[in-house]
C-alpha cells in the first residue's frame, strides 16, 4: 500500500516562499511521474507542475516563474519550491504520483497553503 506524505503547508504573506515536500513509501511499483494539483471547496482540480524520474518538468502556466519542482530519487521525495506568493495560491496542494506499470495513481492527502497579509 503506498503512502504519500505531504509536508511544508503554512500560512504566509503575499511574495514569501514556501517549499512542499511529498515523500512515497511502502511502494514494491516502480514510481514514475509525480507531481501537484491544487484544489478549492468546490472546485475542480488544477494542475501545478510535474517531474519524470529524468528530471522532466511540466510546469502551469499560471505558476511559471514562480513556482518549480524537483525530485529525489533515492527518497522517492519530490518538492515544490513557491516563490512569490499571492493570496490567489491559497489552496490545498495535493500530491500525486503514477506508476511506470501503468496501474491507478495515488494522492496525497493534501497540505494547505494560505497567502494572506
Known amino acids: 500500500q503506498v503512502q504519500l506524505v505531504e509536508s511544508g503547508g503554512d500560512s504566509v504573506q503575499p511574495g514569501d516562499s514556501l517549499r512542499l515536500s511529498c515523500a512515497a513509501s511502502?511502494?514494491?511499483?516502480?514510481?514514475?511521474?509525480m507531481g501537484w494539483y491544487r484544489q478549492d471547496p468546490g472546485h475542480q482540480r488544477d494542475f501545478i507542475a510535474s517531474?519524470?524520474?529524468?528530471?522532466?518538468?511540466i510546469l502551469a502556466d499560471s505558476v511559471k516563474g514562480r513556482f518549480t519542482i524537483s525530485r529525489d530519487n533515492t527518497k522517492n521525495t519530490i518538492y515544490l519550491h513557491m516563490s512569490n506568493l499571492r493570496p490567489e495560491d491559497t489552496s490545498v496542494y495535493l500530491c500525486?504520483?503514477?506508476?511506470?506499470?501503468?496501474?491507478?495513481?495515488?494522492w496525497g492527502q493534501g497540505a494547505r497553503v494560505t497567502v494572506s497579509s
Open positions: 500525486y504520483i503514477l506508476f511506470l506499470d501503468s496501474s491507478p495513481g495515488v
Open positions: 511502502g511502494s514494491a511499483k516502480r514510481i514514475g511521474r
Open positions: 517531474i519524470s524520474i529524468g528530471g522532466d518538468i
